[in-house]
């Protein structure tokens, strides 16, 4: 909304600033901090009393969780989904498609996870919307956001996957982009929504994925960035750099309230709707593989539980104490400060790994 002040630029030189990816980035991350920071305590409030025993927690996990985080709210998401939604109408160029399909992904995959939420606090009961159901419906949005950003694309990129580490590299795989486009972002999802387990063990890895690609998208969007970088150039992407500003504006409000010991958890609505912006926006920056490196962490965490289940199905053993891996650890008497902080560290680790094939090749 903001930005078309800078049609006004002729008349007033100053507002030619709005033109700028990188100052309206500034703004999105400020506004939604400053929003989340508003609605906090109010939102907290009102979730404990409509949800009065707060989250029910998972028998069949860590048993002090059952006693230290009784009672604490679920749909902590709302904190960070709200502002950043907001911010975004605010600093970016709405007339970008890009914006749009990311946003689409990321209030219907709030919406499932909202759902879900819901009917766990209704029925006091970790069981909400069923697996299949769930799939189902981040299946048929992934596949419909895929198909969005390859008619965006230019003709040469579209249905192929960018190889990092090489110039020239696309495998192509025409329609079959489809699937792929469609398993990054669900993939994504549900790896950021198991990475869900400890106080402000999720969140902080977001914002550090997030801060990651909206340098990629940024200079991805931008022609002379991307030529001398030798990067696949898609046109429009630079404004999702908007986007996910907004999103570590948000998440950094929510973590003022999620920091041990947690005021709010995310929930649901919060890491299935951040997990597939970060996967729909990897798809539109031809940058999925990278992805996979900048968000290694998360990609441990379902890895872990994949083994865990696949073992103890087939041995009837299994390979860690508890999955997803981070309950592994506590098993093996870590500290929560003590996981979540390293798991910080490694997230660091590998989103500067992910950023370096942007100049190795």
């Not at 990311?102 to 759902?115: E, H, K, Q, R």
């Not at 106080?199 to 801060?211: E, K, S």
């Not at 909206?214 to 696949?232: D, R």
């Not at 996910?244 to 948000?250: K, Q, R």
Request: glycine share 10%.
């Amino acid at each position: 909304m903001l930005y078309y002040l800078a049609t006004l630029s002729l008349e007033f030189s100053a507002l030619n600033v709005f033109r700028y990816i990188t100052f309206r980035s500034f703004g999105a991350t400020l506004t939604a901090l400053i929003l989340a920071f508003l609605l906090g305590p109010r939102t907290i409030s009102w979730l404990r009393v409509r949800q009065g025993k707060g989250q029910p927690i998972r028998s069949d996990g860590p048993q002090r969780h059952i006693v230290e985080k009784q009672g604490t709210p679920t749909m902590g998401g709302l904190l960070i989904l709200v502002p950043a939604i907001l911010a975004t109408l605010l600093w970016a160029d709405l007339s970008n498609p890009y914006v749009w399909i990311v946003l689409g992904v990321t209030m219907s995959f709030g919406a499932l996870g909202f759902i879900d939420d819901y009917k766990k606090v209704t029925k006091r009961s970790s069981a909400g919307i069923s697996g299949r159901t769930k799939l189902i419906v981040q299946c048929l949005v992934a596949i419909a956001a895929t198909y969005g950003t390859m008619h965006l694309e230019d003709p040469s990129l579209s249905g192929t996957i960018a190889v990092p580490f090489f110039k020239t590299v696309l495998i192509f795989l025409g329609w079959g982009f489809l699937i792929f486009g469609g398993l990054v972002i669900v993939g994504a999802s549900n790896a950021v929504n198991l990475t869900d387990g400890l106080d402000g063990l999720a969140i902080v890895p977001v914002m550090i994925a997030a801060t990651a690609f909206s340098l990629i998208a940024y200079l991805v969007g931008n022609i002379k960035f991307a030529n001398y970088l030798q990067l696949h150039y898609v046109a429009g992407t630079g404004e999702l750099a908007v986007f996910l500003a907004s999103l570590i504006g948000g998440g950094l409000g929510f973590l003022w309230y999620n920091a041990p010991p947690a005021m709010i958890f995310m929930g649901d609505t919060g890491s299935l709707a951040l997990g597939g912006a970060l996967g729909t926006v990897a798809v539109a920056t031809k940058h999925e593989i990278v992805l996979a490196i900048v968000g290694g962490l998360f990609v441990m965490e379902a890895v872990s539980v994949i083994v865990q289940v696949a073992s103890f199905k087939m041995t009837g053993r299994r390979v860690f104490k508890m999955a997803p891996i981070h309950h592994h650890f506590e098993q093996l008497g870590w500290k929560e400060p003590t996981i979540v902080i390293r798991f910080w560290i490694i997230a660091v680790v590998l989103a500067l790994c992910g950023l370096s094939t942007l100049k190795l090749r």
